[in-house]
């Protein structure tokens, strides 16, 4: 059964910082690259950040530096812990397996300035 549940989204200040988890099933967490995405309302979806099975990781410009994806591979979990929160932040972000075209419902993060 597939299975992708996100958790840790919330309102925060400009400057603050939050922890997304994805929660995926065993069968998606151990074969796959897995990335989180956001999509801001009017906006594409675009990936924020990327982790292969081996913890190589890659992010979007506009989050380097402030943002860093990990993942726990006993718990089937992946992680994005943000920095340095900014209010172009605010989005949805969502988690899936990297190159697959499908994610969860989402966790909503809004950065007030």
């Known amino acids: 059964q597939v299975q992708l549940v996100e958790s840790g989204g919330g309102l925060v200040q400009a400057g603050g910082s939050l922890r997304l988890s994805c929660a995926a099933s065993?069968?998606?967490?151990?074969?796959?690259?897995m990335a989180w995405y956001r999509q801001a309302p009017g906006k594409q979806r675009e990936l924020v950040a990327a982790?292969?099975?081996?913890?190589?990781?890659n992010y979007a410009d506009s989050v380097k530096g402030r943002f860093t994806i990990s993942r726990d591979n006993a718990k089937n979990t992946v992680y994005l812990q943000m920095n340095r929160l900014r209010p172009e932040d605010t989005a949805t972000y969502y988690c899936?397996?990297?190159?697959?075209?499908?994610w969860g419902q989402g966790t909503q993060v809004t950065v007030s300035s």
């Open positions: 899936g397996p990297r190159f697959r075209g499908y």
């Open positions: 065993r069968s998606i967490f151990s074969v796959n690259a």
């Open positions: 982790i292969t099975t081996g913890g190589s990781t």
